[in-house]
């Protein structure tokens, strides 16, 4: 950037206003109109101008058609055009008093490279194109620009619709395949209780049969002390032989009743934990869905810039290499096109399941950031990931769920901090 001394010394541009104030819209070539209503002002200014200035516009109005009727009414200084220039000049007043300190082309050109870096292209564009000291050269290179950067935005739209029907096509997949699962335990859970109910049938039997040898063995008492005790002895026997026997198989059926009980209990958690993982990957998906189409909305391109960060979906990680440590492998790619569509680059350690500590020490080494979820890790591993970013100053972003939302949450938090550190 050009400071006051430099701009002193430098020679004037060849292309100066003599009057030495800033160009209006209905001044400017028409050839400039087209880059300047597209760029400088979005469709939903557009339309609220359209609104109170040009009632033959409706709702039923094209993008393509209310662009172009600005377009042609930007050679004239008409009220809709009037109108046009005040919310231009409102908008972007903060760049164009910055802009209005430089007199040479070098100093202008400095502050459009730095637009291009940051995002801040609509406001640099129209103070550039309206200052009283740019020059031909100097509007022909950045014209140039801003059109050359319409195509490559064209060209990473249609790339993302193209990952938009991929994750559309795995949605359905997953569907299909919780509705197959579904099924095949619920007819588990039903031949399960099947066999409880009939195992609960078979134990009342036998406590009737337990309750029936208990009399039994009530009338042999009683008949020890009777003149007939010789003759039934052989009947007491076979009685005490049949008191075994049954005592034993009702002792057999309680273990086997429990056994099946416990089998039970563990099949029916294990169906809600995998009902529970089949819901978790579709709200991972649908997540996934509703981010992507975020970074494809024109507003999101048009709004990404140094005053407006709020209002995208993740900020700009500036070549960070992000290590992700634990959570669930099938959740990574997702993290990935994140990570990359922010100009970062990802990592990932499973946290020691399969994944050894030595190369959990080399993706250590090689991150900027690490991320974890508090509720996928296990205790070695986020220990000694403490212990790592203590040593040498690293950022660790602790995230509550190891789940898309979340991570999209720490991917905001590292660009937070990072604006409070600068």
Not at 5 to 29: C, D, G, V, Y
Not at 331 to 357: A, I, M
Request: net charge positive; with cysteine.
């Amino acid at each position: 950037m050009c400071t006051s001394n430099e701009m002193s010394a430098n020679e004037p541009s060849l292309f100066t206003n003599k009057k030495k104030i800033r160009k209006k819209l209905w001044q400017l070539h028409i050839n400039f109109h087209c880059s300047i209503i597209g760029t400088c002002l979005t469709l939903e200014e557009l339309r609220f101008i359209a609104k109170k200035h040009l009632p033959a516009t409706t709702s039923a109005t094209s993008d393509h058609e209310l662009h172009s009727a600005f377009v042609c009414l930007a050679k004239e200084p008409d009220d809709v055009i009037r109108h046009c220039q005040k919310r231009l000049d409102k908008k972007h007043s903060a760049i164009i008093k910055q802009c209005a300190r430089f007199k040479t082309d070098s100093c202008l050109l400095s502050l459009w490279k730095l637009a291009l870096t940051s995002g801040n292209i609509a406001g640099t564009y129209w103070a550039i194109v309206t200052h009283p000291h740019s020059s031909e050269s100097l509007l022909e290179q950045v014209f140039g620009e801003v059109h050359m950067l319409s195509h490559l935005s064209g060209a990473s739209t249609r790339t993302d619709i193209k990952l938009l029907g991929k994750l559309r096509y795995e949605k359905t997949l997953a569907e299909t395949s919780l509705s197959q699962n579904t099924d095949t335990f619920n007819k588990r859970l039903n031949k399960k209780q099947n066999e409880i109910d009939r195992l609960k049938i078979l134990q009342n039997k036998l406590e009737q049969d337990s309750v029936e040898i208990d009399q039994l063995t009530k009338r042999i008492h009683d008949l020890e002390t009777c003149r007939k005790r010789q003759q039934l002895q052989k009947t007491i026997e076979g009685l005490s032989e049949r008191l075994y026997t049954t005592t034993s198989q009702l002792g057999s059926f309680k273990r086997k009743y429990l056994e099946l009980e416990i089998q039970l209990k563990n099949e029916q958690k294990r169906t809600a934990f995998l009902e529970q993982e089949a819901a978790d990957s579709l709200k991972e998906r649908d997540m996934a869905e509703v981010v992507l189409q975020k970074l494809l909305s024109s507003n999101c391109q048009q709004n990404c810039g140094v005053s407006n960060k709020q209002s995208c979906p993740i900020n700009n990680l500036e070549g960070k290499n992000i290590l992700y440590v634990g959570g669930r492998a099938s959740q990574c790619p997702y993290f990935k096109t994140l990570v990359e569509q922010s100009n970062g680059s990802f990592l990932y350690h499973d946290g020691g399941k399969e994944d050894g500590r030595l190369k959990l020490n080399g993706a250590l080494s090689q991150a900027d950031v690490i991320v974890c979820p508090t509720d996928y890790i296990s205790h070695d591993a986020y220990k000694r990931i403490k212990r790592h970013c203590d040593r040498q100053s690293k950022q660790l972003v602790m995230i509550a769920h190891a789940s898309l939302s979340s991570f999209t949450s720490g991917l905001n938090e590292i660009s937070t901090i990072d604006l409070h550190t600068l």
